[in-house]
């Protein structure tokens, strides 16, 4: 009996393990989608998280993210290019407007859809006209926000 329930942990473990390594594969597959481009720094973001046995209590379950500051402002199109690049179509959109009274007039926008059953975030912002960091982000997930 202990060598049967060995053997299925075991499995069970190598199961997970494989079908985690798949998961993280097919999300960095969407987020490499979208491409720097010349002069982006990459910052760093959470390791990459796959879960085969998920049971989302405290965050997305499964996750892929890129960050970069672009060290350049905001173009007109921009989030629209991205999104296109990626092949998103936003369910959600947010578009990128400079409001004085919100984040001392910094961006916050946003396109957010699903690709291939993952939600696909792509997010532009920067703290107001004078800041120099100008962040893009990409964030494939699941069970998560």
């Not at 290019?81 to 961006?107: D, F, H, M, S, W």
Request: net charge negative; hydrophobic share 35%; glycine share 8%.
């Amino acid at each position: 009996m202990l060598a049967v329930t060995v053997a299925f942990v075991t499995a069970l473990f190598l199961w997970s393990s494989w079908k985690s390594d798949q998961i993280v594969a097919e999300l960095k597959t969407i987020a490499d989608r979208l491409q720097p481009e010349p002069g982006w720094e990459p910052l760093r973001t959470q390791n990459p998280v796959g879960s085969a046995l998920c049971i989302p209590l405290d965050g997305p379950c499964s996750q892929y993210a890129y960050r970069w500051d672009t060290h350049r402002k905001y173009l007109e199109g921009d989030l629209e290019r991205y999104v296109q690049q990626v092949g998103l179509t936003p369910q959600e959109y947010k578009p990128c407007v400079r409001e004085q009274r919100i984040n001392a007039g910094g961006l916050d926008c946003r396109g957010v859809g699903v690709i291939d059953g993952w939600n696909v975030r792509i997010t532009i912002s920067d703290y107001g006209r004078d800041d120099d960091t100008n962040i893009v982000q990409v964030v494939v997930n699941k069970y998560g926000y």
